[in-house]
């Protein structure tokens, strides 16, 4: 057995990494020289009534026995599993981190305007001809976005004839559920090891959580 599942890596479901696991197994069996079925016999024969050959397969795995063996690979497996926890985790942080970075539907968004050097066709910086400085030219960088209503104006329907009788004032769905999702994902945030955050942190530019 092998540590096979590191830190970063995309998580695997506990049939990916189970199949990963005894695919190592059978692998590092294999290039110890047991063949189809060894495993089995390794697993139910003491070791002192093993035959040569399977004692020989034993000593290539590099352990004095196969139930050494079998804890060695258990505890590898260990190791696996808490990485691949590790992982699961690293994913969801990353996600709701994403989520919580786009703005709130209620609030809106504000208009930003940013400033550029003009380039000619070619790349070039064009320049005054008057005082031969760069031209600049201001550009929005993010357009805005009006913040959504907390609440709207709904027909309301009577049941048996199905025409409108009159209105009524419900809180917005999309604001609901915006604001739904935001608080679910700032529990994952909150709910996040610190080696996780850590890990992310230092995953991201200049040190910075995304």
Do not use: C
Not at 24 to 33: I, N
Not at 72 to 79: C, G, I, K, P, S
Not at 115 to 121: C, E, G, T
Not at 131 to 137: L, S
């Amino acid at each position: 057995m092998a540590v096979f599942i590191e830190k970063g890596e995309a998580p695997l479901s506990i049939r990916q990494a189970t199949k990963r696991g005894m695919a190592h197994v059978a692998a590092e069996l294999s290039r110890a020289g047991a063949r189809k079925g060894d495993e089995e016999l390794l697993r139910v024969i003491p070791h002192a009534e093993l035959p040569a050959r399977l004692v020989e397969v034993i000593k290539a795995l590099g352990h004095v026995s196969y139930a050494a063996y079998a804890m060695a690979w258990e505890a590898d497996n260990l190791t696996n599993g808490a990485h691949n926890l590790f992982n699961h985790q690293l994913v969801a942080f990353r996600r709701a981190q994403a989520r919580l970075a786009s703005y709130r539907l209620a609030d809106g968004r504000p208009k930003i305007m940013a400033d550029r050097q003009v380039v000619d066709d070619l790349g070039n910086p064009v320049l005054d001809t008057v005082t031969g400085a760069p031209v600049v030219e201001t550009y929005t960088l993010q357009p805005a976005i009006a913040p959504l209503s907390a609440e709207i104006d709904i027909a309301v329907i009577d049941e048996a004839t199905g025409e409108p009788t009159g209105m009524q004032t419900v809180p917005n769905p999309q604001v609901t559920r915006d604001d739904a999702e935001r608080a679910a994902a700032a529990a994952v945030i909150a709910a996040t090891p610190p080696e996780v955050v850590s890990f992310a942190s230092a995953q991201s530019p200049a040190g910075q959580l995304d």
